[in-house]
T-cell receptor
């Protein structure tokens, strides 16, 4: 059953803590993406990766970091430098330039 | 001014109505246009994918692109309560650019 999985579904972070969000895909897609969604707003691109071991900053990369060591995996770390991390985080992948498929999302809350 | 504008709604219609959802954009270089459906607390689901101008139909859904007016639409015929969701438009210049630019989404409620 092909798809994109994200874990955990809900995540709570204390002030000053780094947390890592998992994203895995078994669609054999080359490209993967991380978006942030805030209430009443569209999706904003954090980072994207077109191939293994390469990634680029999106529009709001400050306070976030990623790695792409395997084709199937694209984890996102929300660092303590991110001042307002409470949001819904969405991972996506694509094998064509523009047709992106999304995972179920992780809701991060700062306590 | 945002690159992509979308009325946030909510849009409330009775079951069976024809729904029209719209986005306007400012970047004339956009060539690829998409509509996503997002249920509450879920990831977006790709509904329609269109290249350049014209219409595309898939079941009860029709996507329309008018590049001369920088305006795209999604029509839903015979709307059902299960269509109640937020609809996001997205677009891209294509080529070597992987970036999708999203509208903020329109919340649709179909009343039984």
């Amino acid at each position: 059953d092909g798809g994109i999985t994200q874990s955990p579904k809900y995540l709570f972070r204390k002030e000053g803590q780094n947390v890592t969000l998992s994203c895995e895909q078994n669609l054999n897609h080359d490209a993967m993406y991380w978006y942030r969604q805030d209430p009443g707003q569209g999706l904003r691109l954090i980072y994207y990766s077109q191939i293994v071991n390469d990634f680029q900053k999106g529009d709001i990369a400050e306070g976030y970091s990623v790695s792409r060591e395997k084709k199937e995996s694209f984890p996102l770390t929300v660092t303590s430098a991110q001042k307002n991390p409470t949001a819904f985080y969405l991972c996506a992948s694509s094998d064509r330039l523009n047709e992106q498929f999304f995972g179920p999302g992780t809701r991060l809350t700062v306590l | 001014q945002k690159e992509v504008e979308q009325d946030p709604g909510p849009l409330s219609v009775p079951e069976g109505a024809i729904v029209s959802l719209n986005c306007t954009y400012s970047n004339s270089a956009f060539q690829y246009f998409m509509w996503y459906r997002q249920y509450s607390r879920k990831g977006p689901e790709l509904l329609m994918y269109t290249y350049s101008s014209g219409n595309k139909e898939d079941g009860r859904f029709t996507a329309q692109v008018d590049k001369s007016s920088k305006y795209i639409s999604l029509f839903i015929r015979d709307s059902q309560p299960s269509d109640s969701a937020t609809y996001l438009c997205a677009m891209s210049v294509g080529g070597s650019s992987y970036k999708l630019i999203f509208g903020s989404g329109t919340r649709l409620l179909v009343r039984p």
